[in-house]
């Protein structure tokens, strides 16, 4: 989904052609720091997370590094790239950590976030529906564990107030289904289509609900059938700004 919606390109950051030092923070499985490897060759990549989920078998110039982004950064050398993508709910304080990333960077250095929040409607088709209580659930759990799925509109203004000048929000759309008329925006609902239907809700939802709201399985199961439904609903006209 971000290959689409990034038009093929793994980021945004005007790097040039030669970056030299780059941290993907909270890598993940270090899919993008390996396609990123990969693209610059000449560049040495450092992937961090608090998992080592990642492969063993990597391209040389990729390193993973077990740490977490909230602790005190202790890299000897300074990046020219920091990215982090997808970490909506990582972060008790983000500004902090963009504090990290400025404190980080060589000179002229770039540093990008890629994420995206909780859906909406822009003509209230939302409203009143379970996918839109489902929202509101998952904002007031989200709340409960102390990371909020509420950051990501405060990210411009947190990097100004980090420190970084020259920045820039590029906001796309992901739709629920294929509601759009936008061709990339279809593609973009039938990939989060594919994703619900692989227990998407689910894997959201159930220690939010269970653990931090106090929901039974039973009563989970049942909303979510409904959340599901609505999401399949192309007069619903829902999606998560990225
Ligand atoms: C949704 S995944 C995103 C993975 C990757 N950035 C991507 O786009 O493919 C979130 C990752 O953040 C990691 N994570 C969460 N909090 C972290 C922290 N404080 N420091 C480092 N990694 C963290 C998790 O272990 C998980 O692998």
């Known amino acids: 989904?971000?290959?689409?919606?990034?038009?093929?390109?793994?980021?945004?950051?005007?790097?040039?052609?030669?970056?030299?030092?780059?941290?993907?923070?909270?890598?993940g499985t270090g899919i993008w720091a390996i396609d990123f490897a990969e693209q610059y060759p000449s560049a040495h990549v450092i992937g961090t997370d608090l998992s080592a989920i990642q492969p063993a078998s990597t391209p040389s110039n990729l390193t993973f590094e077990l740490s977490d982004a909230e602790d005190d950064w202790l890299f000897p050398q300074k990046?020219?790239?920091?990215?982090?993508?997808?970490?909506?709910?990582?972060?008790?304080?983000p500004l902090s950590v963009f504090r990290k990333a400025f404190e980080a960077l060589a000179?002229?250095?770039?540093?990008?976030?890629?994420?995206?929040?909780?859906?909406?409607?822009?003509?209230?088709s939302m409203e009143g529906s379970s996918l839109g209580e489902w929202q509101e659930h998952v904002q007031a759990a989200t709340a409960f564990t102390g990371v909020p799925w509420t950051n990501v509109p405060?990210?411009?203004?947190?990097?100004?107030?980090?420190?970084?000048?020259?920045?820039?929000?590029?906001?796309?759309?992901?739709?629920?289904?294929?509601?759009?008329?936008?061709?990339?925006?279809?593609?973009?609902?039938?990939?989060?289509?594919?994703?619900?239907?692989?227990?998407?809700?689910?894997?959201?939802?159930?220690?939010?609900f269970m653990t931090k709201l106090g929901w039974s399985q039973a009563k989970l199961d049942a909303f979510l059938a409904k959340v599901n439904a609505d999401t399949k609903n192309p007069n619903i006209h829902a999606y998560s700004p990225v």
């Open 1 to 27: 989904m971000w290959s689409i919606t990034l038009d093929q390109k793994l980021h945004l950051a005007p790097i040039g052609s030669n970056p030299q030092h780059v941290l993907d923070i909270a890598t």
């Open 79 to 93: 990046f020219d790239y920091i990215h982090g993508r997808t970490l909506a709910t990582c972060f008790a304080s």
């Open 107 to 124: 000179p002229g250095g770039w540093f990008e976030m890629q994420d995206m929040c909780l859906q909406r409607s822009d003509d209230g």
């Open 154 to 208: 405060h990210y411009a203004a947190w990097f100004t107030e980090a420190g970084f000048d020259s920045v820039t929000e590029a906001t796309f759309r992901w739709p629920s289904n294929q509601w759009s008329g936008n061709r990339k925006e279809r593609l973009l609902g039938a990939w989060t289509q594919a994703q619900i239907n692989n227990n998407m809700l689910e894997s959201i939802s159930t220690r939010l």
